[in-house]
């Protein structure tokens, strides 16, 4: 029935006019229906109307209706689903980082106020474990309006020459190739369908499955080697999935024996080979597949932004040192131009500062062969040797010196097709 209900949908997606789109519910909507016919909504006024108290989930459905409705026409497939976490930053942040340059108070508001409401709803999501694109867009809009008021504000002034001009955009292109290298794949492990034994279907949630990943419906795949048999022989499986440091390596998400130091990401849903950590700025995981390009996509992001800023700050303060003019610069806020120039020179150092902290973190952590995963599960069960105010975390199970670590770090993209354990021939890259 889902295979021939599927059918229909794409039968209907086939002839689809711009203006149309299928809803949530698999109804065949129209763009100028707009609100019309929102059972949610008119729920939702009514209680309002009458001052009756909201239902708990009745403001998480009109939510869910409203992002499902508004959409932009387009002609191939019907009308495309927006993402309202994108739209955001393309409106506020050109009108902060304006409001800012038209005074000294308002820049110090301004951009105090803005990585404070940054660091605010990160805290939001990740306490919801939710994907959001706020802050891909937010990273990507910054990258490309940094570049756009250097152009347009910093280069006309004529200290900034051609050749300048050509390193700054060529840093700009290269740190976005990286950011979509990145994005590509970290290195997703998946169950391998050859050895399918049985599938069984509950209607219930498992008792002793993690309750996070509970839903109303629920398919547990169980392969060759994960089946209940004697005593003798769930003894032994118990062996097998206990390895390194004697961690298991079943995932009870995926239904999937994994190899070892993989993880599951429970925003993204799957398990990642050598799991770092989930980024919110790619909106997506660092893992064993993409964790060479991320390094390399902050150093280029590093480098590019600080030759950048200097560059702004030898147009618009000339007069004073490189360093010095970040705090101190006379008259910047005479002109708005140069006013606008500073407050984005600001900005940026801003967030150059808070992503050499991460690549600082990244270089250590490799250095000691820990992932930022496994460096907090060491610190939560006290198994790890924490120095220098708390920036290296050893748990001296894969260390293999400087120089080993780096050259592991450096070769682990080649090997994605030899991770998973011989005698796990359920998972497979």
């Known amino acids: 029935m889902k295979k021939r209900a599927k059918n229909l949908v794409a039968e209907e997606d086939d002839h689809l006019c711009c203006c149309e789109y299928v809803n949530s519910h698999g109804e065949r909507s129209h763009l100028a229906a707009c609100f019309c016919d929102c059972e949610d909504l008119d729920e939702a006024c009514d209680r ?73 709803y990160y805290y939001v999501t990740h306490r919801k474990k939710g994907r959001t694109r706020f802050f891909l867009s937010l990273a990507l809009f910054s990258l490309g309006y940094m ?22 955009t060529a840093g700009t292109i290269l740190t976005l190739l990286a950011l979509a290298h990145t994005r590509r794949e970290p290195g997703v492990v998946r169950p391998n369908q050859g050895n399918i034994h049985s599938t069984v279907t509950y209607h219930g949630p498992l008792a002793e499955r993690d309750p996070a990943f509970n839903g109303p419906r629920q398919e547990v795949v169980t392969t060759v080697n994960n089946r209940t048999g004697s005593s003798s022989s769930s003894s032994g499986q118990a062996g097998a999935e206990q390895k390194e440091g004697g961690q298991r390596n079943w995932c ?26 989930h980024c919110v700025w790619i909106n997506g995981c660092v893992g064993q597949a993409n964790h060479r390009s991320f390094l390399l996509m902050l150093l280029l992001f590093l480098l590019t932004s600080l030759y950048g800023i200097s560059l702004v700050l030898q147009s618009v303060c000339s007069q004073q040192n490189l360093f010095t003019a970040l705090f101190y610069c006379p008259g910047v806020y005479d002109q708005y131009s140069t006013a606008l120039c500073f407050t984005c020179a600001w900005y940026s ?41 708390g920036l290296v975390v050893d748990t001296g199970v894969h260390s293999r010196g400087l120089r080993g670590n780096w050259a592991e770090f450096l070769t682990m993209g080649d090997n994605l097709s030899t991770s998973c354990p011989n005698d796990s021939p359920s998972c497979e890259i």
């Open 48 to 120: 309002w109307l009458k001052r009756e108290s909201q239902k708990a989930d009745s403001m998480s459905r009109l939510s869910a209706t409203v992002s499902d409705r508004i959409r932009i026409p387009w002609l191939w497939g019907g009308a495309q689903r927006v993402d309202l976490s994108v739209i955001p930053p393309l409106f506020l942040l050109p009108v902060l980082l304006h409001v800012a340059a038209l005074h000294v108070l308002l820049g110090v508001a301004v951009l105090t106020a803005l990585p404070a409401l940054v660091v605010w």
């Open 252 to 277: 009870l998400a995926c239904r999937a024996v994994c190899p070892p130091r993989a993880g599951h990401c429970r925003i993204c849903g799957v398990c990642v080979l050598r799991l770092d950590h």
């Open 147 to 168: 570049y756009y008021v250097f152009v347009t504000e910093v280069f006309p002034h004529g200290v900034v020459g051609p050749v300048r001009l050509v390193v700054v």
């Open 349 to 389: 150092s801003m967030v150059t500062a808070g992503l050499l902290h991460l690549l600082v973190l990244q270089v250590i952590n490799v250095s000691f062969n820990v992932t930022e995963r496994e460096a907090r599960i060491a610190l939560r069960e006290k198994t790890a040797r924490r120095a220098y105010w």
